[in-house]
């Protein structure tokens, strides 16, 4: 074969000063190439594109869009954590392969979430500190129907016993709680007693729970830490006219605390709060990890007054993993960096430094709160001095504008305030709340009480109200 032979397709023409002529393609399937093309590099939709595109190129595509998200930074709507210590995520990122269900597999996994366990316990004055009942979550929200699902289960015993009937079990509830407790009552056919909330009272006190209670309740949820406005319900008030109710007529009543919030607050910034296991009626309680835990998404966690308060037919064993464990949770296979991550906040900060960190976001919502008083158009409805979270309204005398208006205007700035409406019996009653979290400093403080005043100035300077489109009537994160 001659070496000319060999040459590509308009060699000669080069050699003689002309350009190659070009191929010769169909124009329906140059127009499918080209499609073809462009669907690679295209995120998918609706279905799997039948070719991958390069890691670098996807990537590049993924963030893009993500730059659409509000930053998380600003966005003081949520109680989750948005902010976390270079090693924290460094070292969530190496134990994500982990599966913490998988305890024989990775049994320090497992012995660090045990750790975590008789830690927390601890903190919130449990009689078996050193050897607690509890477990991990996903969250408060699967914290919560774990704990609900205790006090069912306890209740039923307590009735077959009596040779009474089980089926129409109730649970107590300020009407303020998290959505988590609704779905719980329609999931496991519990009937919700809502109480109301009325007037100024915008959460669940002592005597309005004792009104709902029968033989048929299964307890009272006391929230530590409501997300309208971050106060408190009285927990310790609520157990004793619990314990009243039980002198008058022999019913026993158990509490479960839904601290999401507050677990990780109250035992730095009010250790002499009684609300926790110092309170006998108290069987169970749940925090987030995720929020005021200083965790990112999702952790949560359940903890029981002792090993009697969980029934035992609620505790499975699982050998197929390679070994015998017990495991009580609604979800099986799971990353264990999340339990990591808050071992190694525990072991970063100590009891000093999440006093320190709760501290500084306490003080500097009680600074925001006072300021926005200040400005003049708004009434504060909390002031950030159980929680760090504070909600506040507008005046009856402001007509202009609404919450809702003042949160659009601060969106404009990447400000996520969230305005909506009280439950049932207040909804008249709408708010802007703002809840403080570690990475909130003083400098944003200030840069928020900054925009918020510029905004509310030109509001303030309207001579008629804005247009009234359709606005959201509830929120509830």
Request: aromatic share 10%; charged share 25%.
């Amino acid at each position: 074969m001659g070496i000319n032979s060999q040459m590509d397709p308009g060699e000669d023409e080069r050699h003689q000063g002309r350009r190659p002529s070009a191929p010769s393609v169909d124009g329906t399937k140059l127009r499918e190439m080209v499609e073809a093309a462009e669907e690679h590099l295209r995120t998918p939709d609706d279905k799997l594109p039948e070719f991958g595109m390069p890691g670098e190129s996807a990537y590049e595509l993924i963030t893009s869009e993500l730059l659409l998200d509000g930053s998380a930074r600003l966005n003081l709507a949520t109680f989750v954590t948005t902010w976390m210590p270079p090693r924290a995520r460094q070292l969530m990122g190496e134990t994500a392969d982990k599966n913490l269900i998988d305890k024989d597999e990775y049994p320090q996994t497992a012995a660090i979430e045990a750790r975590c366990v008789n830690i927390i316990a601890d903190l919130w004055n449990s009689p078996d500190r050193e050897k607690a009942t509890g477990c991990s979550t996903t969250g408060s929200s699967e914290a919560v129907m774990l704990g609900a699902m205790a006090l069912k289960w306890k209740w039923r015993d307590r009735m077959r016993a009596a040779g009474k009937p089980t089926d129409r079990p109730n649970l107590v509830a300020g009407a303020n709680v998290q959505v988590c407790w609704e779905k719980f009552c329609r999931y496991w056919d519990v009937e919700p007693r809502l109480v109301p909330v009325e007037g100024d009272t915008l959460h669940l006190t002592a005597d309005r729970a004792v009104e709902y209670c029968d033989e048929n309740t299964i307890g009272v949820a006391a929230i530590l830490g409501s997300t309208f406005d971050g106060s408190y319900e009285p927990v310790k008030e609520i157990a004793a006219a619990l314990d009243d109710l039980q002198a008058r007529t022999g019913l026993d009543i158990p509490i479960h605390v839904d601290a999401a919030g507050g677990g990780f607050v109250a035992p730095f910034l009010q250790p002499d709060l009684e609300w926790d296991f110092r309170v006998p009626r108290v069987k169970s309680i749940n925090a987030s990890g995720h929020k005021y835990g200083l965790v990112y998404p999702g952790v949560g966690w359940a903890i029981w007054r002792d090993e009697g308060s969980l029934p035992k037919e609620l505790v499975f064993d699982v050998n197929y993993l390679g070994g015998k464990m017990p495991t009580f949770s609604l979800n099986f296979s799971r990353p264990g960096s999340e339990v990591v991550a808050q071992y190694y906040m525990f072991t970063h900060l100590g009891y000093v430094g999440y006093r320190r960190t709760q501290q500084q976001s306490s003080d500097v919502a009680q600074y925001l709160a006072r300021e926005i008083e200040k400005i003049g158009p708004y009434r504060l409805i909390s002031h950030g001095d159980e929680l760090p979270v504070f909600a506040f309204t507008l005046k009856p005398e402001v007509k202009n504008y609404t919450v809702y208006d003042v949160s659009d205007k601060l969106r404009e700035r990447g400000w996520q305030v969230p305005a909506y409406t009280f439950p049932p019996n207040r909804e008249d009653l709408q708010v802007l709340r703002i809840v403080v979290r570690a990475g909130m400093n003083q400098d944003m403080a200030d840069l928020l009480l900054d925009d918020l005043r510029d905004r509310t100035a030109f509001f303030e300077a309207l001579d008629a109200p804005l247009p009234r489109p359709n606005q959201p009537d509830a929120f509830a994160h």
